[in-house]
């Protein structure tokens, strides 16, 4: 039987236009099922006062006059990523430092979701400041895959993953400076979407000053992606280039889809291996395009040193200007490590390494011009075991190992191109596998299209009930 916490942020807004239920209600739900056991370590705050008045607030309006006017995702619940500041709501951007910090105002994005008419039930887990592709902050549990506990929820978005996995919200707010939104929806067998470089507003302060960050959707299903999509777009930055909007995203997903020239790129800009099953993900999606009447070709994804060493630098430089007011304070190894490191090279090495990702990134784009999507695995391995990239004592060779991890995901951050992971393959031992689309900027209603081809023709909303039913109870966290 069909539960609350089983229906998708659409479904849940067409039951209220039905009065088939209320955000009272389903807000209480999710909040009893957050409370009666967050296994996967997905929230480090939970604001039930907050999520109860406001669902309160949007019953009322629900109940004198239609929707008429009122935002798609009208009462939704959500979560908000422990990076961004809420007014009220601890905040602790994964940092002991932090631990007991409540901001007395919103970060633009927080802003955008609350205009939207969205709901937040809390603050989702996040690495400290961000600073990797795993989830294990001091102040609160590990974040871990729905599909396996023992397996680790990627990150940085770790928390807003495992939250929309393992149906404590139908959608979550991510951010994406590396892959952050990406890495986790692979591991945790639900969508996540990063979007073109300025199309989602950061707001004058939120912005990392090198084109890197971007705020994005995490969801289970490419409809409720876009329909967040189409809430996260309301508002025009400052200072950034915009790209063209569409109308709507969501009407995107059922717009027919041209033929189209796709490549599958197998192999790793990091010159990492690829897992095979993960390989054999990639090339299933690329066959299943193919079977839909698209154009596919294959080409080898060349490792670039060049890239990945300038990427580096230029992502050891955004930890060390977040952490520079730091200097002695009881840091975990990886974030200690990234700081120390921005403070050896100079502005002109730091330069340098912008100039060389601006033209490696130029020239992926040239080499993939004759294609329209651009078929990668969005990870180079199966979800990893709770603290397998952790590496306190060795945090150089943890920095190793989460570049070999991640693979590919720097390529879109580094274009500014949009780009998506879908749960499109299953390991042998029913792991999620995320396989990444990505078109050319401002194209998110094109990748759209055709995730919804791909979500139609692979479905994996099964998987969600499949788990529910055979999960067994966490590991005590490591």
Known sequence: MTELHDLTALQ?????ERGETSPTEVVDHLL????DGDRVGAFTTV???PARTAA???????????????????????????????????????????????????DEIVEVMADAGLISL??????????????EPEVSAPARSPFDPTRSAAGSSGGAAAAVGALLVPIAQGSDTAGSVRSPA????????????????????GNDGMGLSVRGPLARTVRDTAAFLDALTTRTGVGTVHPPRVDSYERACDAPVPRLRIALAQGSV???????????????TARTLAGLGHEVFARDQAPDPELTEGFRVMFTALVGSRTMAFDGAPLRPIVR???????????AELAASIGVVQSRARAWTLDYADADVVITPTVTTPPTPVGRLRNDADPAAELAAMTAFTGNTVLANATGFPAISLPLGWSSQGLPLGVSLTAGWGREDLLLGVSAQLEEALPWAHRYSERAEARTPAADPA
């Open 12 to 16: 849940l807004a067409a039951a209220y």
């Open 32 to 35: 009893a099922r957050i409370g």
């Open 47 to 49: 604001s039930a006062g």
């Open 56 to 106: 309160a607030e949007a019953e009322r309006v629900l109940r004198s006059s239609d929707r008429t006017g009122l935002p798609r995702l009208f009462g939704v619940p959500t979560a908000i990523k422990d990076l961004e500041a809420t007014a009220g709501v601890r905040t602790t951007l994964g940092s002991a430092l932090f631990r007991d910090w409540i901001p007395g105002h919103d």
């Open 122 to 135: 809390g603050k989702t887990t996040v690495p400290e400041f961000g600073a990797a592709c795993y989830t």
């Open 186 to 205: 692979s591991a945790c067998g639900v969508v996540g979407l990063k979007p073109s470089r300025g199309l989602v507003t950061a707001g004058p302060a």
């Open 270 to 284: 990091s010159g990492s291996s690829v897992d095979p099953e993960v390989a054999a993900a990639a090339e299933l």
């Open 337 to 347: 490590h990234l700081r120390t490191c921005s403070q050896e090279f100079t502005s």
